[in-house]
């Protein structure tokens, strides 16, 4: 070695005899570092930019509507929980389209698989790590806000317990819609190692699949077949999700009809356990192609 | 044994990248040689036990690849030919997750990180993103990553490609250390045969995925009978003089190689030169270089002819230059004028027996 500081007191190499952790370690590890790569933390301030921008989106405006609760002491929100979520999906579909490819295309870009693969961590680890941090990245960016409001909520000294149901049903539309858009966000992030492609396919998917559903289900409801556009929202996973949650918890849907009672309920709530169930299948099978040199 | 290989054989379709390779090497700091496509890194991956094996099956750390990937890929360290860091990172903060991702716990892997980017030679640049480094850095930081968790035995495939001739010897010198002082037994793959000898106890070498050799170093070079003499001027007066003197002499360039009979050889070349008063610069055992296992065995499978021209070509121009310099002092055989004695250094310094 040739750049001696001279300051540098050498004290050998120390051999290491402690525990090596097993494979439910490494997950937990890639899980971590993968979640904190999802808001730029332990990388560089370019790449903090943009997740926290979006989180600031979201957030901003329950503090709002939490301070204007507090001081004009509202009885009720001005806004359900659930449709705080709905009313913000734009933002959250950005967010999911510039952090799935930071999280697995940039593996692909930078090579860094082979890496992982040759330590003990299998494929399947590493796809259940990834998108348990992808979804939980995204459950955070929703479920902050809400519970930015719970918060306004009950400081203006709102009644407890309704809110605190609202609230609950609110952290179920989180999970349930993090679950689904992680999964459709890493399967299409992880076919390209170029950033540029994977957040411009992710958007382009969401949106495609949401302008197709809601002009099907604006003609079906014209035309007079109401079931049927009940069901056109089965296309684009963001009313999927909404679906599900207005037969679970009586959420308002943006579309000009809710799945069609109990069937539809039911219909909804399957899908949506196939689309995630898909997604995650999809995956594996994706990185069991994946090269390890 | 660190590593054995028994007819071991991978296709690609219709692609045979190895051949029926057999051999096994002891723990130490291994060279794995061959020219690009030989295979080198095929073997890496199923020593890793992320590729099968065709037929046959090969053993590290007396482990089965077949069936003991998980445990071999915790026991040893890899370092991957192409570039794999990402480039919004920072060294601390990939090697310290590579520590991790290799079962350490945080605490130690923070530790270990420290202490192994130091070893390789990282100090104020591993807060940096590792975007800007230089490939020299790169390298390092691979070489880190494959050593932060203590492995068994390191998988080392191409360390010093790119790097400029500075950066390669730094490498080969850290290799070494890790090798010697740190006890780390390693594989080292590398297209060029010079580099590795330098740091090998053992090479093995192949070529269109059949195995040509494997030897330990020790054994090819190990000191010779030849002793070679560097002075500054007159060398073809030298080389008269010895020759009369009734060695055995042979031209090499601009040194003069004589055959060591015994002791007395050495005497009296430094009688002989300063006789003729010159200033002797060196004098010394040659050591056998590698390039010579492959003229050393005509046997050859054909496949190695290659090698063994890229390595042979050369040498045969200067063997037959040689032998006509040979014959030219033979003829004009008679003692070399004699002249005053100077020490431009003093003779004995440059002995080595």
């Known amino acids: 070695m040739s750049s001696n500081g001279g300051v540098i007191h050498d004290i050998g190499f120390r051999h290491y005899d402690g525990p090596r952790l097993g494979r439910g370690y490494l997950i937990r590890s890639l899980y971590v570092e993968s979640l904190r790569g999802c808001y730029g933390l332990g990388r560089s301030a370019k790449s903090k930019i943009m997740p926290f921008l979006l989180l600031t989106v979201l957030v901003a405006p329950a503090v709002i509507i939490a301070v204007v609760a507090g001081v004009t002491s509202m009885k009720k929100l001005p806004v359900d929980y659930v449709g705080y979520m709905f009313a913000l999906e734009s933002a959250i579909a950005i967010f999911l389209a510039a952090q799935a490819p930071a999280t697995v295309s940039r593996d692909l870009r930078f090579r860094v698989m082979p890496l992982y693969l040759s330590r003990p961590l299998s494929r399947n680890d590493y796809v259940a790590a990834k998108y348990g941090a992808m979804s939980t990245a995204l459950f955070i960016l929703i479920a902050v806000p809400q519970t930015v409001l719970f918060i306004g909520a009950l400081l203006a000294k709102m009644s407890f317990w309704p809110n605190a149901k609202d609230w609950a049903a609110g952290l179920l539309g989180a999970l349930l819609l993090s679950l689904v858009l992680a999964g459709i966000g890493l399967l299409i992030a992880s076919i390209t190692p170029r950033r540029g492609f994977g957040v411009a396919a992710v958007i382009t998917v969401l949106l495609l699949l949401s302008l197709v559903s809601g002009a099907l289900a604006s003609l079906a409801d014209i035309n007079g077949h109401p079931d049927l556009a009940g069901y056109f929202a089965l296309l684009n996973p963001v009313s999927l999700v909404q679906g599900v949650l207005h037969w679970l918890v009586d959420a308002d849907v943006s579309y000009p009809q809710p799945p069609p009672g109990t069937t539809g309920g039911l219909v909804f709530t399957a899908a949506m356990f196939v689309v995630i169930a898909g997604c995650y299948t999809l995956l594996l099978a994706r990185y069991r192609k994946v090269s390890a040199s | ?353």
């Open chain 2, 1 to 353: 044994m660190m590593i054995s290989v028994e007819n071991l054989t991978k296709r690609y379709g219709a692609v045979t990248a190895l051949d029926g390779l057999t051999f096994a090497i002891e723990p130490g700091v291994v060279g794995l040689v061959g020219a690009n496509g030989a295979g080198k890194s095929t073997m890496i991956k199923i020593l890793l036990g992320l590729l099968p094996a065709t037929t046959g099956g090969a053993r590290v750390l007396d482990l089965d690849v077949a069936t003991d990937g998980p445990t071999i890929r915790q026991r040893v360290g890899y370092m991957p030919e192409h570039d794999c860091l990402p480039a919004d990172m920072s060294a601390t903060e990939f090697v310290l997750h590579m520590a991790r991702m290799s079962g350490l716990p945080l605490t130690a892997a923070r530790e270990r990180t420290a202490d192994t980017l130091r070893h390789v030679g990282l100090y104020e640049e591993r807060y940096r993103s590792m975007g800007g480094y230089s490939t020299g850095m790169k390298q390092r930081v691979k070489l880190a990553q494959a050593l932060v968790h203590d492995p068994g035995m390191l998988l080392l495939d191409e360390p010093t490609n790119g790097l400029d001739p500075a950066g390669r010897d730094q490498m080969l010198a850290l290799l070494r250390r890790i090798g010697t002082e740190f006890g780390i037994p390693m594989l080292v793959t590398s297209h060029l045969l010079g580099e590795l000898e330098q740091v090998c106890d053992h090479i093995v070498v192949v070529d269109g995925g059949r195995l040509l050799r494997s030897t330990s170093t020790a054994d090819v070079t190990s000191a010779s009978r030849i002793l070679a003499i560097e002075v500054n001027e007159r060398v073809d007066d030298l080389g008269r003089a010895l020759h009369a003197a009734g060695l055995s002499v042979h031209p090499a360039g601009r040194q003069i190689e004589v055959e060591l009979v015994d002791d007395s050889t050495y005497d009296i070349v430094l009688d002989t030169v300063v006789q003729l008063g010159v200033g002797l610069h060196r004098l010394e055992r040659r050591r056998h270089r590698m390039a010579e296992i492959f003229r050393a065995d005509p046997t050859l499978d054909p496949n190695g002819q290659n090698l063994q021209d890229s390595q042979g070509a050369p040498n045969g121009v200067a063997q037959s230059a040689a032998a006509e310099l040979q014959q030219r002092w033979a003829s004009t055989a008679g003692p070399g004028a004699p002249g005053t004695p100077h020490h431009d250094q003093r003779p004995d310094e440059g002995r080595q027996r």
